[in-house]
């Protein structure tokens, strides 16, 4: 089956590295070999050896590779071109001085393994993140280990279950039941799953907010162990009875989880251990603007209340005062590794996070600083408004308060036309823009997640608003223009259901005659 392509033009329209092939072109020629020859066969059984002679593989010359990756890669959308709408997922402009930090020569040739001695710089780094972290959300106990949100978020409700098992001995058996609001992002109830807890589902109210009648009749069928809220919440709005559900929760004998993957409306001006919140992870490449393309690396700091400090995983980097002073008269610090704290849960990474994030998030930070990082939140917050109120006569906004970081709207106008979010999406490709975050939260029907962040200037926000206005005119004039997009791009609309359940992920020989025929 061949693709419709859009342009003709080989820097528009690259074929496969594999078409470009043609019998005998190289680009490269190995030098004369200067060592023993060794057979084939001490090296390697024949079993695990090739018996096609690499049959298959492109036959091409160093100019058709440099071209052909360098015309694909103009292809690619990223944050240096334009604003990422992503709702939650935030992708917000990365620092360059960010990068140049993390490229410091003794930070990047640093090995894991290498002993604590050679080590003090990237440790007191870890130290120093762990303190600033703290200090911004309230809470005393930090790991940097977990390597990403979703394990962050199972770090800490795992030192839930320990807490409650070393509280209440035997009888924690009796208390497995985790409160997830029914806007909650879709890991909350599979981290408390694998932790050995059954979910009950917290209504939202019809203002999006969780509904505390129904949460404190959960909490008195018992069994409670804790309740994972996020806060702003999936629709992007604040809960403002966060103090009275921690308190609930709380009375109730259970412990509250905030899933912090995204505090881009809470930093400098609100801390979740001030509400009564007991553990939380964030999410680095969210919030502290470090690398969030292709999926990774990403880095998930697990933070708790000092109850659940003797929980934390191992080793903690910890700071001791050596009695000895230098010759300039200071006291000679140093940090290392301690693995004593009998009561962890263990390791959660083999190593310690991804350090290269930690040295991006605290250079963010200490670019910042405390007003900056402020004035950061407060820019998020006023852009996402900005947008609500700018598309509020165009989409329907299923919820009246104003939000906070990110705002949701519904296809619900459009769809009386049979346009619906993913052809809005789809069409916002046409315009420049990177679509938004679709179908998600699922309380909204049609929903369409948008998050600005504070990387976005008002020209920018005036360009995307004007687009998503001229989608909902096309919507009502043409709706079978918007239906039919994108337009614009080298092919034209996939058909996803396919490519999820039959996807073709590698190329075969026969698939240039099979091309040809389609």
């Not at 080590?119 to 993140?129: F, H, K, R, T, V």
């Not at 209504?203 to 009749?217: N, P």
């Not at 899933?259 to 930093?267: I, S």
């Amino acid at each position: 089956m061949s693709i419709k392509k859009v342009t003709q033009h080989p820097s528009q329209n690259e074929s496969l590295i594999f078409e470009r092939s043609q019998t005998g072109r190289v680009g490269y020629r190995l030098p004369k070999l200067d060592v023993e020859e060794i057979s084939l066969d001490e090296l390697m059984p024949e079993e695990l050896r090739r018996t096609d002679d690499l049959d298959g593989l492109p036959e091409v010359s160093e100019v058709d590779v440099i071209r052909h990756f360098t015309r694909i890669s103009t292809w690619n959308y990223s944050i240096d071109l334009g604003m990422y709408p992503l709702g939650s997922c935030t992708m917000k402009y990365n620092s360059r001085l960010n990068e140049k930090v993390a490229r410091i020569a003794g930070f990047t040739n640093l090995h894991p393994l290498a002993p604590e001695e050679e080590s003090q710089g990237a440790l007191e780094l870890i130290y120093e993140l762990q303190k600033d972290l703290s200090e911004i959300t309230g809470l005393p106990g930090v790991s940097l280990q977990p390597a990403a949100g979703a394990q962050g978020e199972m770090t800490g409700v795992m030192l839930i279950r320990a807490f409650l098992d070393q509280r209440d001995g035997a009888a924690s058996k009796e208390r497995r039941v985790m409160l997830i609001p029914d806007s909650a992002h879709g890991t909350n109830p599979a981290s408390a799953a694998l932790a050995g807890f059954s979910v009950k589902t917290i209504r939202s109210t019809a203002e999006g907010l969780t509904d505390m009648e129904h949460l404190k009749q959960l909490c008195d069928e018992g069994g409670v162990a804790g309740l994972m809220l996020t806060n702003p919440n999936t629709v992007g709005i604040f809960e403002t009875n966060i103090k009275e559900i921690c308190k609930t929760i709380h009375a109730a004998g259970g412990l509250v989880y905030m899933d912090g993957a995204n505090m881009n409306a809470l930093v400098g001006i609100a801390r979740p251990g001030d509400m009564g919140v007991d553990v939380i992870h964030l999410n680095l490449h969210k919030t502290f603007s470090t690398p969030h393309g292709g999926g990774g690396p990403g880095c998930g700091p697990c933070l708790c209340s000092a109850d659940l400090i003797p929980f934390l995983p191992v080793p903690r980097v910890v700071k001791e005062e050596a009695e000895t002073r230098s010759v300039s008269g200071e006291t000679n610090t140093q940090y290392r590794l301690d693995f004593n704290y009998p009561g962890s849960i263990g390791r959660v990474k083999a190593f310690y996070g991804n350090f290269g994030m930690m040295i991006r998030a605290l250079s963010y930070i200490y670019t910042h600083g405390a007003e900056g990082l402020k004035e950061a939140t407060q820019a998020a917050v006023l852009n996402a408004r900005y947008l609500s109120h700018a598309l509020s006569e165009d989409f329907e906004k299923p919820f009246a308060a104003d939000p906070m970081h990110e705002v949701v709207f519904s296809h619900k106008k459009q769809s009386r036309k049979g346009v619906h979010t993913l052809d809005i999406a789809k069409r916002l490709i046409d315009y420049g823009f990177h679509p938004m975050t679709i179908y998600f939260p699922l309380v909204v029907e049609g929903a369409m997640l948008i998050e600005p962040t504070e990387s976005v200037g008002r020209q920018d926000l005036d360009a995307f608003v004007e687009a998503m206005k001229d989608i909902d005119r096309e919507a009502q004039e043409n709706p079978q223009f918007v239906i039919d997009a994108p337009h614009s791009t080298r092919i034209g609309r996939l058909d996803e259901a396919a490519a999820a359940r039959k996807p073709v992920l590698r190329w075969k020989k026969d698939m240039e005659t099979l091309s040809k025929s389609a």
